[in-house]
């Protein structure tokens, strides 16, 4: 069922990346999505970025249903539904978040003082969250250098001890996924992954999010490194709104 909630805030996070922030009293895990409606445009899934009696939506400008999110302000009303999907499989000890672009969102709830995380974007401007990890423990990179490591988001992994983390937890685009995913392989079993694929329902009936038989919505939209092997779609294509197949 739809329901009404008022934005208390917005604060801009980078030059493309916004928060909206509400009372929503619903119990809501970290991983799992909600479809955010704005009168007009297509309903959108999303992660919350914070799951506490205080919610938050993390947007990043993509699309017209996002650009619209942009153009609310305090005390105006979006419409949710859910939450839905599987939750991040929550553990004790230690923990690697690892978000390129707006990824590091969806984790954002994970994030404690056992936590570390990479942190990874195009430049310093557009890193998502890193100075909510405990001092010291966010590796950046940054494609052109202007903050952290130079390079792609495999590069902070180097001096990791992969054993060490309980769970290592990943969301951000799907190239950059599967680039992490051949690296990861093979060396450790506690790897999550978030996915996101075209949603229509949400819930199971429309089959608009499927990869190789998984449906994102209810199986997912977190997934083992294991369930992720099974999938041959993984990295490659995907189904745009209208149904057609695309490449990344
Ligand atoms: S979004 Fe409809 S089946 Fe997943």
Known sequence: MMQHVK????EIETPTVFSLYFHWDVKVEPGQFVMVWVPGY???????????????????MYGDTTKALNSLKEGDI???????????TRVKGKTLLVGGGSGMASMRPLINEESTGIVAARGQDELLFADDFSKGNAICVTEDGSRGIKGIITAGFENLDLKSFSMIYICGPERM??????????????????????????IGLCDSC??????????????????????GEFGKTRLDRSGKRVFF
Request: hydrophobic residues 35%.
């Open 42 to 60: 297509s309903e959108v899934p999303m992660s919350l970025s914070s799951t506490g009696k205080e919610k938050c939506l993390t947007v990043k």
């Open 177 to 202: 996924l599967y680039a992490v995913f051949k690296m990861l392989h093979g060396k450790t079993e506690n790897v999550e992954f978030s996915l996101e694929r075209s949603m229509k329902c949400g």
């Open 7 to 10: 934005i208390l805030r917005k």
């Open 210 to 231: 499927s990869v190789d038989g998984f449906q994102i919505c209810k199986e997912g939209p977190t997934f083992s490194i294991s369930e992720v092997e099974k999938m």
């Open 78 to 88: 979006i419409q949710l539904r859910g939450p839905y999907g599987k939750p991040f």
